[in-house]
């Protein structure tokens, strides 16, 4: 499932945050990708657990909190 963020900057330091946090994504940016589609994909198996899923979200939502200005909606 593709996480797009219009920034290759922005989705570099997320795909940083992520994979550090034990989350694994695979960037996309150019040339792969045009710039406004920059971020990253994410992956999900049937032997991930509940609490490996629920363990992502909450980085994920961490990251969108940092990544949103303040009073803005996703």
């Known amino acids: 499932m593709p996480v797009i963020l219009g920034n290759p900057t922005v989705a570099h330091a997320g795909y940083l945050r992520l994979m550090r946090s034990g989350v694994y994504v695979n960037p996309v940016a150019p040339p792969a990708v045009p710039e406004e589609r920059s971020g990253f994909r994410t992956s ?23 990544l949103t200005p303040q009073g803005a909606a996703l």
């Open 44 to 66: 999900y198996l049937a032997d991930h657990r509940q609490s490996d899923l629920d363990r992502a979200l909450h980085v994920f939502a961490g990251l969108a909190e940092d």
